[in-house]
């Protein structure tokens, strides 16, 4: 199998990386309090960075090409981040503990990673121009 080295070492690669950990140590922060949604959230936004880092790495989304996976990595990037910072607004404004105010913090710095990550990723994607050039017309 071969794996793309290069991917980790760009800005997008390093982006998601920043995202995996971050979002890890929210939810280390949350499970050490039992914030139980806030965990969930969590878990789904590790798991959900986690499989596309995966995807990027492993070059699967160059053998999976029955989806136009930017687009769906830009969607995950504006969902997690909306869904995060909704999660970490809510654990700062109404800290039960000093794991769930740390959390909040955390995922609010996820947040920025995510927003970064969409706006890169929107910038590639082009909807209206060809994918290739074609030769100019005699």
Known sequence: MEYDVAFVRSIRGM??????V???VALVCFATTSGSSYIAA???ELLMT???LTLYILKL???????????IDV?????????M?????????HPTAKGILGGGIVGLLATGLWCGDAVLLFRKITFNQARTASPPEK
């Open 75 to 83: 969607f995950n990037s504006i969902f997690a981040a909306a869904f």
């Open 22 to 24: 971050t979002v890890f």
């Open 50 to 52: 986690a499989a596309l």
């Open 85 to 93: 910072f909704i999660i970490s607004t809510i654990a700062i404004s």
């Open 61 to 71: 989304n160059k053998r999976f090409t029955f989806f136009f996976w930017p687009l």
């Open 42 to 44: 969590s878990c789904m």
């Open 15 to 20: 982006l998601k990386v920043g995202e995996l």
